[in-house]
Every structure is written in C-alpha cells, then in structure tokens.
C-alpha cells in the first residue's frame, strides 16, 4: 500500500486539521482515541494494516485531532470541546470533498463520532464506534471510569515517564496485551506518543477526556450505528453500556484482551466494519502460513561504533546491509526489518535459512565484524510486509543467547532439517524471555551441502 500524502483542512476559525486519505469508494472517516499522528500509523505494520484493509472498499480518511499530532498546536488550557472538534470533522469532510461519511471513532475519538453522528445526521451515513468511551470520571451510575485519586496519580505517571520507560511499557501492555512480547512493538509505541503530542498536551488532553460525559446525547443518534470490542479490554464496560443505551445498533463483543483494533486479531473487526459500509461480507484470507525466521545482530557493535566515529562505521553499516541482502536474494530470503545492526528475515525452507544465517555470519568476518544468529520456524502471522506471532519473539530470544560468530537453532529446525548435510551439537535447554517452556537449543557445527 502506498502510503498517503498528508494534507490540511482548515476550519473556521483558521486551525489546520491534518489528514489523510487512502482508498476509493463510500468515504469512512476515522477519529483515533486519546492522541495520534497520521503519518505515524503508516509506519506501524499493525496499524497500516488494518487500515489497509479498510482501504480495500472504502476511502478511508485519518485525522488528527486539533493539538495533537500534525494538527495546529492550541494552548493546554485551552483545548477545544467536542462542539470545536464536531467542526474539525466537519471541515475535513468538506477537504475531501464529500457530502457525507461513515463517522468511525476508536475510545476517546469515539465521544467526538457519536456526538457529530447525533449533530450532523445529514452528513453521517453511519456510525462505527470502536471500544469507544462515553464518560472518563467515576460516579455511582458509571463504577468503571477513574476516581479522582486515580486520576491524580494517572497524571503525575504522564508528567513523569510520557513516552519513555515503565510508563509506556503498563500502558502497552493494558492496551496492547497481545503484543506484550514484541519489543520492535513496543519501540514503535513509544515513538508513535512521544510524536503525537507532548508530556503537558497528553495531561490537558487527559483531563479533558476525564471530565466529558456524552451520556445525555445517546438518544439523540439516528443514524444506523455499529459498536464493537473486545472482551477483555479494560474498557469493555464503556462499549456494553453503549450497547444498552443504543438499542437499535448492532453491538459485537469480540474475543480476545485488546483495546486498540489493530492489535491481536482484526479479521472480526474488520469483516463486520465492512458488512456495515457495504452491505457484505469479505471472503476469509489467509493471515498466517509456517514459515521459518532469521535474526542477526553485529557483537559488540557499540563499542566498534565509538572506536571508528559516526561516518567510517555508517559507510561500513551500508556494506553490512549490502551483504546481507545479497545472501537473501541467494537463498530466497525475504528481508522483513531492519532495525540499526540487526536484520529479521523469513524464509519458506528452514535449511535454506540456516545456510543462510551461516552464510552471513562467514561473509561478515571479511569486514572485520562478528554476527550472532538465530533461526526458528514456527506459525507467522502475517501483516503486510511485517509479521507477528510467537515464532518471531522465539526467534529473537533464540539470536540473544547466541555468541560470536555462532548460529544457534531451535530443536524444531533442527528436527526439519534431517538429511539436509546440516550438523548440530547441542547447545542446552534455556528459558527463552516471555516465552513458555524450556526450550532445547542446538548450535550449527557443519553447513556442507
């Protein structure tokens, strides 16, 4: 998927709505909860993905709401209720030309979708709200949302850790539990907060959040709605009392621990969002295949950085990528990511990638460098041009425990490679980072064809 261009509204009051448009067809306008930055979501795989998909029978539209992301900043203090933002949504609609739009808005973006939905019914050709909220503080009738202790607290844990450290890594695991052992996840994340608005701007936009309570307008939409989440999500309650209150919508509760839609499983989500805008359903596609990955990483390759200087070991990083990637066109690997000295990897025959792997780590020596390896095969699943999935974090904690110059394999590549010339000594059990079991490790001895 090409990635949009990122384009301007501007309202009424001369602010500048950032926004961007993917797609053909009926227009779907998509509100993202708490904060956001739309260039951002196209370099998350999870998120690309699922809007992706969207894509695929909708022109799906992803705003920034005004002082967050690539919006206008506004004053802290200042930051403009849902009337203002009903406005924004208004003025985006209007930028792309359209008449009227699917109104979709996941947690907090789901206050401003359903009050606009309620507002603009002629501009509103449904509703689609996305484990949304409808009040942020606790009362007697609302036992689920935050009490003033908690929300005290829950500031001061923005001020302190927004965007860095055990902040970010509670938050994620609350919203994202399914991706808890993915650390390349977990890096994006941060950087996806820490550029959609500042530590002040996340506390203004919190404590807006907190004090909006959209109850008393629930009657008052009319247009055909669609409610989803799931089960598990710390927020379920807010979509099941929407359920309650929204009698004629379609209202989905959805298995698995996730807040955000793009995490964990999106099939279900994605299939009855699709339905709601045209009226069918997608056939079912593959989304997960057995495939074997490779991770290396350079040794020590802080060290060397500061031993050469920022240029010399660039222009060396450049040749160790070249390298790389040239034993994957030999051995029909398929380059996934690249994040600083390291590379991930998949291929569709496990030999293949041991060769591979051992092919690297040889050719590597020629530079003066030292790689480790590691190589699992397992269950992927497959998002986009990334993948995700147990086999991945498998293999990345098997590449951890692997020293200089060494290649060590999971017990299942070894047991798939039988009569493959491919020998092994044996390496141990280890306990393998987030990851249940003992696993038995082998190291590669012999690579001979």
Not at 86 to 104: L, W
Not at 189 to 211: C, D, G, K, L, V
Not at 230 to 242: D, F, I, K, N, V
Not at 278 to 301: E, K, M, N, Q, W
């Amino acid at each position: 998927m090409q990635i949009p261009e990122t384009r301007y509204a501007k309202t009424a009051d001369g602010v500048h709505i950032a926004f961007a448009s993917t797609g053909e067809g009926t227009d779907l306008i998509f509100i993202p909860g708490f904060v956001s930055n739309v260039e951002e979501f196209w370099e998350d795989p999870d998120a690309s993905g699922f809007f992706g998909t969207l894509s695929r029978f909708a022109r799906v539209t992803v705003l920034d709401k005004r002082g967050t992301g690539l919006s206008d900043p506004v004053p802290n203090d200042a930051l403009p209720p849902i009337e203002v933002r009903m406005d924004d949504i208004r003025a985006v609609i209007d930028a792309i030309g359209a008449e009227r739009a699917f109104i979709a808005g996941h947690s907090e973006g789901g206050q401003n979708a359903a009050v606009f939905a309620a507002t603009y019914p002629e501009r509103s050709l449904g509703l689609i709200l996305l484990t949304s909220d409808v009040r942020g503080a606790w009362a007697p009738d609302h036992p689920w949302g935050m009490n003033e202790r908690e929300f005290i607290a829950e500031q001061a844990a923005i001020e302190l850790g927004w965007g860095t450290g055990d902040y970010m890594d509670r938050f994620f695991e609350q919203i994202m539990p399914s991706l808890a052992n993915d650390e390349r996840a977990r890096r994006r994340f941060s950087r996806f907060w820490r550029r959609s608005a500042s530590p002040a701007a996340a506390m203004a936009i919190n404590e807006m959040w907190w004090q909006t309570d959209i109850r008393g307008i629930l009657s008052s939409i009319s247009v055909p709605t669609l409610i989803l989440w799931r089960s598990g999500s710390p927020w379920a309650p807010e979509s099941r009392y929407l359920a309650e209150h929204l009698p004629n919508a379609r209202a989905i509760e959805i298995e698995g621990p996730d807040h955000v839609p793009w995490a964990g499983e999106t099939e279900p989500f994605l299939s009855e969002i699709e339905e709601f805008v045209t009226g069918t359903r997608p056939p079912v596609t593959p989304d997960r295949v057995l495939a074997t990955v490779v991770f290396t990483d350079i040794v020590g390759s802080t060290e060397k950085a500061a031993a050469m200087g920022d240029a010399k070991w660039r222009a060396l990083l450049d040749t160790h990528h070249a390298a790389i990637r040239a034993e994957l066109d030999r051995f029909r690997g398929k380059e996934v990511d690249t994040a600083g000295d390291g590379f991930l990897a998949t291929f569709d025959g496990p030999a293949r990638a041991v060769r591979c792997a051992l092919t690297i780590s040889s050719s590597m020596r020629e530079l003066d460098l030292e790689v480790r390896a590691g190589v699992h095969t397992g269950e992927l699943e497959m998002r986009g041009h990334d993948v995700a999935g147990l086999a991945v974090h498998i293999g990345a904690r098997v590449a951890a425990l692997a020293g200089a110059n060494e290649v060590l394999v999971s017990s299942t590549v070894k047991d798939l490679v039988a009569g493959s010339g491919l020998a092994f000594e044996d390496a141990g059990k280890h306990v393998l980072k987030g990851v249940p079991d003992r696993w038995h490790l082998y190291r590669v001895v012999d690579g001979r064809t």
